[in-house]
């Protein structure tokens, strides 16, 4: 094999398993390890956390003071360890003998092999990472971070045609020797490889070789793009797809930062032989050791959730449903923060029928806003956008829309010029002090009273620069035809089982986050919408559900809407609890008076959601009043010094598909996914297969980043953000130099529960066992374990948990299971006996 074919077939080998990165802008929840769903979870977060250097479970310290507190059931615990007992021991009389035996013996059930670095003898020639980790990331991240730049730098990339490896090559010889320890071993190997005339892959092959046999050089490559994971994940991102770069990339190739890190790793460890000629690299990961007992721990863990869980809904349904007046309906995200929303919203008072969809209402869409620089993904990462909507301004020949241009412009300048004059080395003292001084009295109001500056100043800029009304091209030419704009009304409405008894209003809701100084924002918005607000698809949706055109075809498949019935978009800011009506000047003046007593319905329970999520924001002090509650989390989304504008999807451990019914009778305390699913006007199966995956995939990506990122926030997570910063506008690192961060920051799992998903769907049994077999990713997740799955009988109720490749009763799977009496409240849902330690209440 020539060298450029074994150095392509070591990179094939790892691509596929470096950490899926995306630049800040267009960050999307993703299942970290989606490149080891081919395994089982078990072998999977095994070999990973060898790689990542992280713990792939919480530790045993953790889950022993969970079962002291009861989150574990000790039950539970017991026959988790009485299925999976060594051979070897002793098996114990009981379930509690065996918790008793595993508490005292320390290596009971240390029966996992640890994972080696590098297989072979290779691992001989690796220093501790912890002894190189440091000078190697202060000589690299400013090369990289430099190279990648997308406009932090004032000056433009000399090399940006040359490629990466030309720019090393010319920081390595510009760069003095003074300071810089191991500065001679680096040149004087760059050196030796120019006077031979090696080709870039004869290089990369000869420093692969010098270490590691031909059998592990596949294994070495990939562990040495591993020490700066983040950088060599964000090089094959904008390598491979360029278009989602902020600007533009750099002639890009992973060959050429692995060559980069092969020279310097190789040249720093010759000089760390010289100093610590006898610090060895362990053979063995020590993440992966003692993995057999903390299996066991986070199987009773989840159990014991799951248990609870279904404990509640078996005793739910066989309760009578209560009686309603329903006054409107609303189409809402299945986004478990609507959980607590729906919930008020069908309360006494409100009397509104939800149900829960795909927050992009299935369109297949990027949206390039008014004025904005860039079109946003509006889809789910796993669909892939068909086409560009633009927003435009009603009328573009107006005042409104030219002064709003005109004032575009010149604020993009201004700022520009202030950023760049604020680094020269002469002016950028006197504008820093400048700017400092005349921002001096903004900042601290915007300190002291965060909500009521950000409306004094849309206030002010709506009476100096008021933004133009505008509209949805979806008609022009690359919008949707009119048989797929019927297709995609349709679809929602069949999906979530609205096809009949249309009320007079049907709100459709959106939802996003607002946030301040917060470059993790995209983490909080629609992941349905790739993170970005849905604004736009609420929009668009009840845009086309009012046309009469859309009406008639739908008339004609089946699906009767009344003339008097309006959809109306709004959107629902969750971090804010604000609800906005989108379009008003759609709306028929005869029917505005009814619309705005709508939005004022759902504006008064978006105050009672903040009380119920100011509960756990602030559990020591929560305030008294929803309207308390309301202005506390105002402030909480526009205080600039607060890292936690909400907690997201923390503790969501659930995805429930099925009619409205199966949980109306549940408190489910905002842990569930809600997709609503009828299985009566589903002869086929195929409304099941449109509701399970355009949602699961999206849950369980979601619950998977939580999930790894709060077992181990160094290893898989983003670490606190409070030393994190921005570089080169495509990630964040910590402090100025390090690897760029992956997965979430601390300030945003700290209340979550590290589970793997419970998804549950009322449907027949081989509905269910047909679309799993059908689809290569879901069968992976299910067979190989990376969620749970379970069904509810849509005429008994009866619920049945998968299990050794069928469908069994649940309290058959699980016989310790609790049975909850009528008013008991299941602890998993029970905010006075959270368990799960985290900051809730203060900045820092």
Same mark, same amino acid.
């Given at each position: 094999?020539?060298?450029?074919?074994?150095?392509?077939?070591?990179?094939?080998?790892?691509?596929?398993?470096?950490?899926?990165? /995306?630049?800040?802008?267009?960050?999307?929840?993703?299942?970290?390890?989606?490149?080891?769903?081919?395994?089982?979870?078990?072998?999977?977060?095994?070999?990973?956390?060898?790689?990542?250097?992280?713990?792939?479970?919480?530790?045993?310290?953790?889950?022993?003071?969970?079962?002291?507190?009861?989150?574990?059931?000790?039950?539970?615990?017991?026959?988790?360890?009485?299925?999976?007992?060594?051979?070897?021991?002793?098996?114990?009389?009981?379930?509690?003998?065996?918790?008793?035996?595993?508490?005292?013996?320390?290596?009971?059930?240390?029966?996992?092999?640890?994972?080696?670095?590098?297989?072979?003898?290779?691992?001989?020639?690796?220093?501790?990472?912890?002894?190189?980790?440091?000078?190697?990331?202060?000589?690299?991240?400013?090369?990289?971070?430099?190279?990648?730049?997308?406009?932090?730098?004032?000056?433009?990339?000399?090399?940006?045609?040359?490629?990466?490896?030309?720019?090393?090559?010319?920081?390595?010889?510009?760069?003095?020797?003074?300071?810089?320890?191991?500065?001679?071993?680096?040149?004087?190997?760059?050196?030796?490889?120019?006077?031979?005339?090696?080709?870039?892959?004869?290089?990369?092959?000869?420093?692969?070789?010098?270490?590691?046999?031909?059998?592990?050089?596949?294994?070495?490559?990939?562990?040495?793009?591993?020490?700066?994971?983040?950088?060599?994940?964000?090089?094959?991102?904008?390598?491979?797809?360029?278009?989602?770069?902020?600007?533009?990339?750099?002639?890009?190739?992973?060959?050429?930062?692995?060559?980069?890190?092969?020279?310097?790793?190789?040249?720093?460890?010759?000089?760390?032989?010289?100093?610590?000629?006898?610090?060895?690299?362990?053979?063995?990961?020590? /993440?992966?050791?003692?993995?057999?007992?903390?299996?066991?721990?986070?199987?009773?863990?989840?159990?014991?959730?799951?248990?609870?869980?279904?404990?509640?809904?078996?005793?739910?349904?066989?309760?009578?449903?209560?009686?309603?007046?329903?006054?409107?309906?609303?189409?809402?995200?299945?986004?478990?923060?609507?959980?607590?929303?729906?919930?008020?919203?069908?309360?006494?008072?409100?009397?509104?029928?939800?149900?829960?969809?795909?927050?992009?209402?299935?369109?297949?869409?990027?949206?390039?806003?008014?004025?904005?620089?860039?079109?946003?993904?509006?889809?789910?990462?796993?669909?892939?956008?068909?086409?560009?909507?633009?927003?435009?301004?009603?009328?573009?020949?107006?005042?409104?829309?030219?002064?709003?241009?005109?004032?575009?412009?010149?604020?993009?300048?201004?700022?520009?010029?202030?950023?760049?004059?604020?680094?020269?080395?002469?002016?950028?003292?006197?504008?820093?002090?400048?700017?400092?001084?005349?921002?001096?009295?903004?900042?601290?109001?915007?300190?002291?009273?965060?909500?009521?500056?950000?409306?004094?100043?849309?206030?002010?800029?709506?009476?100096?620069?008021?933004?133009?009304?505008?509209?949805?091209?979806?008609?022009?030419?690359?919008?949707?035809?009119?048989?797929?704009?019927?297709?995609?009304?349709?679809?929602?409405?069949?999906?979530?089982?609205?096809?009949?008894?249309?009320?007079?209003?049907?709100?459709?809701?959106?939802?996003?986050?607002?946030?301040? /100084?917060?470059?993790?924002?995209?983490?909080?918005?629609?992941?349905?919408?790739?993170?970005?607000?849905?604004?736009?698809?609420?929009?668009?949706?009840?845009?086309?559900?009012?046309?009469?055109?859309?009406?008639?075809?739908?008339?004609?498949?089946?699906?009767?809407?009344?003339?008097?019935?309006?959809?109306?978009?709004?959107?629902?800011?969750?971090?804010?609890?604000?609800?906005?009506?989108?379009?008003?000047?759609?709306?028929?003046?005869?029917?505005?008076?009814?619309?705005?007593?709508?939005?004022?319905?759902?504006?008064?329970?978006?105050?009672?959601?903040?009380?119920?999520?100011?509960?756990?924001?602030?559990?020591?002090?929560?305030?008294?009043?929803?309207?308390?509650?309301?202005?506390?989390?105002?402030?909480?989304?526009?205080?600039?010094?607060?890292?936690?504008?909400?907690?997201?999807?923390?503790?969501?451990?659930?995805?429930?598909?099925?009619?409205?019914?199966?949980?109306?009778?549940?408190?489910?305390?905002?842990?569930?996914?809600?997709?609503?699913?009828?299985?009566?006007?589903?002869?086929?199966?195929?409304?099941?297969?449109?509701?399970?995956?355009?949602?699961?995939?999206?849950?369980? /990506?979601?619950?998977?980043?939580?999930?790894?990122?709060?077992?181990?926030?160094?290893?898989?997570?983003?670490?606190?953000?409070?030393?994190?910063?921005?570089?080169?506008?495509?990630?964040?690192?910590?402090?100025?130099?390090?690897?760029?961060?992956?997965?979430?920051?601390?300030?945003?799992?700290?209340?979550?529960?590290?589970?793997?998903?419970?998804?549950?769907?009322?449907?027949?049994?081989?509905?269910?066992?047909?679309?799993?077999?059908?689809?290569?990713?879901?069968?992976?997740?299910?067979?190989?374990?990376?969620?749970?799955?379970?069904?509810?009988?849509?005429?008994?109720?009866?619920?049945?948990?998968?299990?050794?490749?069928?469908?069994?009763?649940?309290?058959?799977?699980?016989?310790?299971?609790?049975?909850?009496?009528?008013?008991?409240?299941?602890?998993?849902?029970?905010?006075?006996?959270?368990?799960?330690?985290?900051?809730?209440?203060?900045?820092?």
């Amino acid at each position: 094999m020539s060298h450029a074919a074994a150095v392509e077939s070591w990179l094939a080998y790892s691509r596929p398993l470096l950490p899926i990165q /995306n630049p800040l802008w267009a960050f999307v929840h993703n299942n970290i390890l989606l490149q080891w769903e081919d395994r089982p979870f078990r072998r999977a977060v095994r070999e990973a956390a060898a790689l990542y250097r992280a713990r792939p479970y919480e530790s045993e310290r953790f889950f022993r003071r969970q079962l002291r507190r009861g989150r574990v059931e000790r039950a539970t615990l017991g026959e988790v360890l009485l299925a999976r007992w060594p051979a070897e021991r002793e098996r114990p009389r009981d379930a509690e003998e065996a918790v008793v035996r595993f508490l005292a013996e320390p290596d009971l059930g240390d029966d996992v092999p640890p994972e080696r670095l590098v297989p072979g003898p290779s691992a001989e020639h690796l220093l501790r990472y912890s002894v190189r980790d440091r000078p190697l990331q202060d000589w690299l991240v400013p090369i990289i971070a430099s190279y990648l730049d997308q406009g932090l730098a004032p000056w433009p990339n000399p090399f940006a045609s040359e490629g990466l490896w030309a720019f090393f090559v010319a920081s390595v010889e510009s760069t003095p020797t003074f300071g810089f320890e191991w500065a001679p071993e680096l040149k004087a190997r760059l050196r030796r490889h120019r006077e031979r005339g090696l080709g870039l892959e004869e290089l990369i092959h000869e420093e692969v070789r010098s270490v590691a046999s031909a059998d592990d050089a596949a294994s070495y490559v990939l562990q040495t793009l591993f020490v700066l994971k983040g950088w060599s994940g964000m090089v094959w991102k904008l390598e491979s797809e360029p278009q989602v770069a902020p600007a533009e990339v750099p002639h890009l190739e992973l060959k050429e930062w692995l060559a980069v890190m092969l020279v310097s790793m190789h040249a720093l460890d010759e000089a760390l032989r010289r100093d610590h000629p006898h610090h060895r690299a362990p053979v063995y990961s020590r /993440n992966t050791i003692g993995l057999g007992r903390l299996e066991r721990w986070q199987e009773a863990y989840e159990r014991s959730f799951g248990a609870q869980l279904l404990a509640t809904l078996e005793r739910d349904l066989a309760r009578p449903l209560p009686r309603r007046e329903i006054a409107a309906q609303a189409l809402l995200c299945m986004d478990d923060r609507e959980e607590s929303m729906r919930r008020v919203l069908e309360g006494p008072g409100y009397d509104i029928e939800t149900y829960g969809v795909v927050g992009f209402f299935n369109f297949d869409m990027n949206f390039h806003a008014l004025g904005a620089g860039r079109a946003s993904r509006q889809c789910p990462p796993v669909v892939e956008p068909s086409r560009t909507i633009r927003e435009l301004p009603v009328d573009e020949g107006g005042q409104d829309w030219a002064r709003s241009r005109t004032a575009d412009k010149l604020g993009a300048s201004l700022a520009l010029a202030l950023y760049l004059q604020s680094r020269t080395l002469v002016r950028g003292f006197f504008v820093s002090l400048l700017a400092g001084l005349l921002s001096f009295l903004p900042l601290v109001f915007k300190l002291l009273l965060p909500s009521r500056v950000h409306v004094w100043r849309r206030r002010l800029q709506w009476m100096v620069l008021p933004r133009p009304a505008t509209r949805i091209e979806i008609d022009a030419a690359g919008g949707y035809s009119p048989e797929e704009q019927a297709q995609i009304v349709r679809s929602i409405l069949r999906t979530g089982g609205l096809v009949r008894d249309f009320r007079s209003l049907v709100a459709v809701v959106g939802h996003g986050s607002t946030t301040n /100084n917060n470059p993790l924002r995209q983490a909080y918005g629609c992941g349905a919408c790739s993170g970005n607000p849905g604004k736009p698809n609420a929009r668009s949706y009840a845009l086309l559900a009012n046309r009469p055109a859309v009406r008639a075809r739908l008339r004609e498949l089946g699906i009767e809407i009344p003339d008097a019935t309006l959809f109306v978009p709004f959107f629902h800011d969750t971090t804010l609890d604000e609800i906005e009506l989108l379009d008003r000047a759609l709306v028929p003046p005869e029917r505005l008076e009814e619309v705005l007593a709508l939005a004022e319905r759902l504006q008064r329970a978006a105050k009672v959601n903040a009380a119920e999520r100011c509960l756990r924001l602030l559990p020591r002090q929560a305030p008294r009043s929803p309207e308390a509650a309301y202005e506390h989390v105002q402030d909480r989304g526009h205080d600039l010094a607060q890292p936690r504008p909400e907690y997201g999807h923390n503790r969501v451990a659930a995805c429930i598909v099925g009619r409205r019914s199966c949980t109306l009778r549940s408190f489910l305390d905002r842990r569930s996914f809600l997709v609503s699913y009828d299985p009566t006007i589903d002869p086929d199966g195929s409304v099941l297969r449109d509701a399970v995956l355009g949602t699961v995939p999206v849950a369980v /990506n979601i619950a998977m980043d939580y999930y790894f990122s709060r077992v181990d926030n160094d290893g898989f997570g983003a670490s606190s953000k409070l030393p994190l910063n921005v570089v080169s506008l495509l990630g964040v690192i910590t402090g100025s130099k390090s690897d760029l961060r992956i997965g979430l920051a601390r300030q945003q799992i700290e209340l979550h529960e590290p589970m793997r998903i419970l998804v549950l769907m009322e449907a027949p049994a081989e509905r269910i066992r047909a679309l799993v077999e059908g689809h290569g990713r879901l069968k992976r997740l299910v067979h190989g374990e990376w969620m749970r799955l379970g069904k509810i009988d849509p005429e008994s109720g009866a619920i049945e948990l998968w299990s050794e490749g069928e469908f069994r009763p649940w309290r058959a799977v699980w016989p310790e299971a609790p049975i909850l009496r009528d008013a008991e409240l299941a602890p998993v849902f029970d905010r006075h006996r959270d368990h799960v330690v985290g900051v809730a209440g203060g900045r820092a």
